[in-house]
């Protein structure tokens, strides 16, 4: 019983394509993320939401949407894409937004752009 | 803002030996502290984290880690190392007024060697 999943597993897309990630979560938490990993395994918040409403947005670029149609759900969809977004892109939950709560963790969507 | 320097980059330990992961954090207000673990291909877990109280903290696999205020650190630690610990491990802190928002050392990565 996957807590968090996220599909697809792999993307490769050519440069300028629009890609979507899609993120679930069945642990009833209030709050979800979306972190970045690149190739030297740096980890950083992208964006977050606690029960559908914006909370973290990092200088992100505007390429870089997430939707959260309801708190089980963050997806992501990235416009234009550039080789530099080829990247691991994790998602995330938590019970809530206190800084104190632990985030469970997706397996992560390879993201390759030629 | 807040910033986690994980000084080693690359961990080589043989089996059954002791290995400690150094992790130091800046910050100018009071942070949560974390260890997360990611095994090859895998999302994260956490494996301990400090909120208050006793500064050691213990995770059910032997890892034990030890916040210590005045130097800003929470190094991590295993007497006794399995091939199965073979992983990347990721020091994080949260700002403890500022909401879920985890800043990530670079990581360490363990390598057992039998």
């Known amino acids: 019983d996957t807590a968090v999943s996220q599909t697809p597993k792999y993307l490769v897309t050519q440069m300028g394509n629009d890609k979507s990630i899609k993120c679930e979560q069945n642990?009833?938490?209030?709050?979800m993320y979306w972190y970045k990993q690149d190739s030297k395994k740096f980890l950083k918040i992208m964006f977050s939401y606690n029960n559908k409403e914006l909370i973290i947005n990092e200088t992100v670029p505007n390429r870089f949407s997430p939707k959260s149609p309801d708190k089980a759900h963050l997806n992501l969809h990235i416009n234009s894409l550039e080789l530099g977004d080829s990247a691991v892109y994790f998602c995330?939950?938590?019970?809530?937004?206190?800084?104190?709560?632990?985030?469970?963790f997706g397996p992560g969507t390879r993201l390759l752009v030629l | 803002a807040q910033s986690v320097t994980q000084l080693d980059s690359q961990v080589p330990v043989f089996e059954e030996a002791p290995v400690e992961l150094r992790c130091n954090y800046s910050?100018?207000?009071?942070?949560?502290l974390f260890w997360y673990v990611q095994y090859p291909n895998q999302g994260l877990q956490l494996l301990l984290k400090?909120?208050?109280?006793?500064?050691l903290v213990e995770s059910i696999n032997g890892f034990e880690a030890e916040f210590n205020k005045s130097q800003t650190s929470f190094h991590l630690r295993k007497p006794s190392v399995h091939i199965s610990d073979t992983a990347e491990y990721f020091c994080?802190?949260?700002?403890?007024?500022?909401?879920?928002?985890?800043?990530f050392g670079g990581g360490t990565r363990v390598l057992v060697k039998p």
């Open positions: 400090y909120l208050s109280g006793s500064t």
């Open positions: 910050s100018s207000v009071s942070v949560y």
């Open positions: 642990l009833g938490h209030d709050t």
């Open positions: 994080a802190v949260s700002v403890k007024a500022a909401g879920n928002k985890l800043t």
């Open positions: 995330a939950s938590s019970q809530d937004r206190l800084a104190k709560e632990t985030q469970y």
